[in-house]
């Protein structure tokens, strides 16, 4: 996080997403504002009725669902983990995963939390290997999170 002189955070995420850190820095001090990627904190964006605009990609979700909806999914991914017909096929495959990510934003000024919740399968190697794979994650990963698929046949 980069935090500003007033004590607000102005930048969220990874160092390097930022091209010029000393250059923040150098603004940030002198009273100036930092822009880009990380830098749009939902509470300070408003659409019509004052209301805080939702970040491309978050959506408002209950906490409990969601904690419910991960524990299932993460159960279900172990159970394919141990499944002895996914794990020889996952050997045949320079890259075979699946994996849940969960980014949240709770938002004080309006008591709501944010959620990116996505689900990402990776799978490289031959098509009828990847086809396998896929139906099987698709038989039994189940979500609300958002699918993000890459594959690569070989």
């Not at 983990?81 to 000024?109: G, S």
Request: with cysteine; glycine share 8%.
């Amino acid at each position: 996080m980069i935090i500003d002189k007033t004590g607000k955070i102005v930048f969220k995420g990874h160092p390097a997403n930022r091209p010029n850190l000393e250059e923040d820095f150098d603004t940030l001090r002198s009273g100036g504002t930092i822009s880009g990627e990380g830098c749009a904190a939902a509470e300070a964006s408003t659409e019509e009725g004052g209301e805080a605009a939702i970040p491309e990609g978050y959506e408002e979700m209950d906490g409990k669902e969601l904690a419910e909806d991960i524990a299932a999914a993460s159960a279900a991914i172990e159970e394919l983990c141990k499944d002895t017909e996914v794990i020889e096929i996952a050997k045949q495959c320079p890259r075979a995963f699946c994996v849940l990510v969960c980014d949240q934003q709770y938002i004080p000024k309006t008591g709501k939390t944010l959620v990116k919740y996505e689900n990402y399968r990776v799978l490289v190697g031959s098509q009828e290997n990847i086809d396998k794979l896929k139906a099987k994650i698709e038989e039994k990963v189940k979500g609300k999170f958002k699918v993000i698929l890459r594959e690569q046949a070989m």
